[in-house]
C-alpha cells in the first residue's frame, strides 16, 4: 500500500510538472511578485498553468532537488552544498537567472523617533548587544527584535551581510514570513525586524549608513540600483538547465523582459539594469 501511494505521488508531481504547467516555490520575499508575474502571464497565455508558492529560499531548494517545482525562487545565492545537491539529482549545476533587485530594510514602528541607524549598530541591535532604544539615539525604550526562521534566504542573507556571521540574539522572535514581521512590528512600539522592500508598508523604513562618516542613505530605485544603499542584493530563480526550454524557457524570458520587469516596481521591488538580464 505504501508503495502505491508513492507511486500515485509521483504520478501527481509528473502531471503537475507537464508540459504548460510551472511549478514556483521558494522564497517568501519573492513570493508577491512571483504571484504578481504569474498572475499576467497567465493572463496573457491561457493554456499555461502557474503554481507558485513560498515556504523560504531553503525549502524551494530542497523542491529543486527533489524535483518536485520546476522553478526555485531564492533571495540569496545558491550554497556550495545545494549546488552539490543538484549535482546529484539532475547531473548539473542549476541555471542562475538574477530576477529583480531589492533594498533590504530595516523597519521599526512607525512611532519610533529615529530616522537611521550604521550597520554596526543595526548589528549590535540584532545580536542582542544594544538593548534599549537610548543607546543608539532613539527613545528611553527596550527594543524587540524580530527576525525570521533559518530557511529564510533573508534571514541567512542578513545575518551574513550584516551580522557578518554572529547569531542573532536569544530574545529575538522568529516569524514565518515577511509580513508577519512588519504586522508585528506595526503593533510593537518597541519593535525592530527586517525584510524585502515591498512588504515595509505600515512600518517606518529607516536610512542606514555604512558607517558614521557616510550619509544615511534610504532604500529607493536610485540607490539600490547605483549599490550606495549598504544591504541591496540581487533575487534570483534556479532550475534544472534541463528544462530551460519551452514554456518555461518562454516564461522566464518574460519575467526577464521589459514588460515582466515593469511589474518589480508595482509590487515594489526594482527592475534590474539590462545588463544584467541573462544568465
Request: proline residues 4%; glycine residues 10%.
Amino acid at each position: 500500500m505504501k508503495k502505491l501511494f508513492t507511486l500515485l505521488a509521483a504520478i501527481a508531481i509528473t502531471a503537475n510538472m507537464q508540459a504548460g504547467n510551472i511549478t514556483v516555490k521558494g522564497s517568501d520575499t519573492l513570493v508577491i511578485l512571483a504571484q504578481k508575474w504569474a498572475e499576467v502571464y497567465m493572463g496573457e497565455h491561457k493554456d499555461v498553468k502557474i503554481q507558485v508558492t513560498g515556504g523560504g529560499t531553503g525549502t524551494g531548494f530542497a523542491a529543486l532537488q527533489n524535483q518536485t517545482t520546476d522553478l526555485c525562487d531564492a533571495s540569496r545565492k545558491a550554497k556550495p552544498a545545494e549546488i552539490a545537491n543538484c549535482l546529484k539529482a539532475f547531473g548539473k549545476r542549476p541555471t542562475e537567472y538574477k530576477v529583480a533587485l531589492d533594498g533590504l530594510s530595516v523597519y521599526v514602528n512607525p512611532e519610533n523617533s529615529l530616522k537611521e541607524l550604521t550597520l554596526d549598530q543595526v548589528k549590535d541591535i540584532f545580536t542582542g548587544k544594544v538593548k534599549n532604544w537610548k543607546d543608539v539615539g532613539g527613545p528611553d525604550a527596550p527594543i524587540t527584535v524580530y527576525s525570521r526562521e533559518n530557511s529564510s534566504g533573508t534571514y541567512e542573507f542578513f545575518k551574513e551581510h550584516v551580522l557578518k556571521g554572529s547569531d542573532f540574539a536569544a530574545s529575538a522572535q522568529t516569524m514565518p514570513g515577511t509580513a508577519a514581521i512588519v504586522q508585528a512590528v506595526v503593533k510593537d512600539k518597541g519593535a525592530i525586524g527586517y525584510g524585502g522592500a515591498a512588504y515595509g508598508g505600515g512600518s517606518k523604513l529607516l536610512a542606514i549608513k555604512k558607517d558614521e562618516a557616510s550619509p544615511a542613505i534610504t532604500p529607493t530605485e536610485e540607490t539600490v540600483v547605483n549599490g550606495t544603499y549598504p544591504i541591496w542584493r540581487h533575487l534570483f530563480v534556479y532550475l534544472d538547465p534541463a528544462k530551460d526550454k519551452g514554456e518555461t524557457a518562454a516564461y522566464l524570458n518574460w519575467i526577464r523582459s521589459d514588460e515582466g520587469q515593469k511589474y518589480t516596481k508595482e509590487v515594489g521591488y526594482y527592475p534590474l539594469p539590462k545588463n544584467l538580464r541573462s544568465n
